[in-house]
């Protein structure tokens, strides 16, 4: 049995994320079997092969690993689907399909929560969305582990192994029962309870503590590791009412699948900028107003306009 955990190549410049064997196996993997479904297709990955190519060691677990679930057989097959991850744009009206092979390696390595993301963009929108939690239970919250939507046909959830989509919907949460205060609260109330004072949200990053607060500074975010996307998943699921991203320059496989997963999920669910306009995609990298803004199919307008306020404060 391989370690897939135990083959951290390098911290990455910038955002001090691990990489292990399990993130470069994924991303041949589903970059080689795109290729066979969808060959006019473009695909984007987060990874690419060079530091597979300085680590012979880190290079034959992740293409052994990638080879036990039916990826290419052989090392220069794996180097090449791992490095088409890499091609540049091709144009307008393009289909690209992207992926983020293990969102929260951090939570995989520590057994927490992470996310294997996909997502069909078509001219920078999202139109598929898919996320897999295989560790539902640190979210606190049981349920299928896999969400998949599609543009203006709504949300389906699906097992881990065997037949979907599963004849599941998500519980009302406790939070959408409760009468809240008015919001935001005061600023001088330092002793407020989520779920009880204010409903529970998430925020990221988390340096953006003191100046994300949009029910008030007494009223935190709650915490769910790891990464962004297991937050969009945590409020499709119904664990937090709402989810911001306070940052204006994001990379798109942490956020596309998310994004159209919280928009199709019903109800009042939305996943916009901090000026509740469409979230869009166009490159490796992506720009918003403020931040991305998502709330619930439970979540009220009133609370939903809190945590736009909050995000808007993040604009230039």
Not at 91 to 117: A, C, H, N, S
Not at 252 to 277: P, R
Request: charged share 20%; proline share 9%; glycine share 10%.
């Amino acid at each position: 049995e391989c370690d897939v955990t135990a083959g951290v190549s390098f911290i990455k410049p910038g955002d001090s994320t691990p990489v292990t064997a399990a993130d470069f196996a994924i991303q041949g993997l589903v970059s080689a079997a795109l290729r066979a479904e969808f060959p006019a297709d473009r695909f984007m990955g987060e990874e690419d092969a060079a530091d597979l190519r300085a680590d012979d060691a880190l290079c034959e677990l992740s293409s052994s690993l990638c080879q036990r679930f039916g990826g290419p057989s052989d090392r220069t097959a794996f180097l090449n689907a791992v490095d088409a991850g890499l091609e540049p744009d091709r144009g307008q009206k393009e289909r690209v399909w992207v992926l983020d092979p293990i969102d929260g390696t951090k939570g995989f390595m520590t057994g927490q929560g992470y996310v294997i993301g996909l997502a069909l963009l078509v001219d920078g929108e999202p139109v598929v969305g898919a996320m897999g939690v295989p560790n539902r239970a640190a979210i606190g919250e049981d349920g299928p582990p896999l969400m998949v939507a599609v543009k203006g046909h709504g949300l389906r959830w699906w097992p881990a192994e065997g037949p979907g989509p599963v004849d599941y919907t998500p519980p009302t949460p406790k939070w959408a029962s409760v009468d809240y205060p008015p919001l935001p609260a005061k600023d001088g109330d330092q002793s407020l309870k989520a779920c009880v004072d204010y409903p529970p949200w998430l925020l990221s990053p988390q340096t953006a503590r003191q100046a994300c607060t949009p029910f008030g500074p007494g009223a935190p975010s709650s915490e769910v590791c790891c990464g962004a996307m297991i937050k969009y998943f945590a409020v499709v699921a119904g664990v937090a009412a709402g989810f911001v991203q306070f940052e204006r320059k994001l990379k798109t496989w942490d956020h596309a699948c998310g994004v159209i997963c919280v928009a199709e999920a019903g109800g009042a669910a939305s996943a916009t900028d901090a000026d509740s306009k469409p979230v869009l995609f166009p490159g490796r990298t992506f720009e918003v107003a403020g931040g991305v803004v998502c709330t619930s199919q439970w979540t009220t307008p009133e609370v939903r306009q809190c945590l736009l306020n909050a995000a808007r404060s993040n604009l230039p």
